[in-house]
């Protein structure tokens, strides 16, 4: 498949670097971006217990890649994309079933 995005990290020119996460798609309304949600512990020492926390990211969707809601994928940092999005979407993980 051709992939004419200038915003896509493998066919475009887009260059990734810093944080990497894995994360399922909560929304994919928008036209090449998805909401990224992600599930992480921190740790707190006050109280030696872990809290859950939950952090949501807007990551750019490349028409190659496409991912729909409920799929697992993969995201990496970038250059800001737009006013929210400095994430962009390198992979599907796991399709939803
Ligand atoms: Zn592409």
């Given at each position: 498949?051709?992939?004419?995005?200038p915003?896509?990290?493998?066919?475009?020119?887009?260059?990734?670097?810093?944080?990497?996460?894995?994360?399922?798609?909560?929304?994919?309304?928008?036209?090449?971006t998805?909401?990224?949600?992600?599930?992480?512990?921190?740790?707190?020492?006050?109280?030696?217990?872990?809290?859950?926390?939950?952090?949501?990211?807007?990551?750019?969707?490349?028409?190659?890649?496409?991912?729909?809601?409920?799929?697992?994928?993969?995201?990496?940092?970038?250059?800001?994309?737009?006013?929210t999005?400095?994430?962009?979407?390198?992979?599907?993980?796991?399709?939803?079933?």
């Amino acid at each position: 498949m051709t992939c004419e995005d200038p915003k896509c990290a493998i066919h475009g020119g887009l260059k990734t670097r810093g944080a990497e996460f894995t994360g399922k798609i909560v929304s994919a309304k928008a036209k090449k971006t998805a909401i990224v949600e992600r599930d992480y512990t921190r740790y707190i020492y006050k109280y030696e217990r872990y809290l859950r926390k939950r952090s949501r990211i807007p990551a750019h969707n490349p028409e190659c890649i496409g991912a729909k809601e409920g799929d697992m994928v993969k995201i990496a940092e970038s250059r800001k994309l737009s006013k929210t999005k400095n994430f962009v979407i390198t992979a599907v993980v796991k399709k939803e079933e």
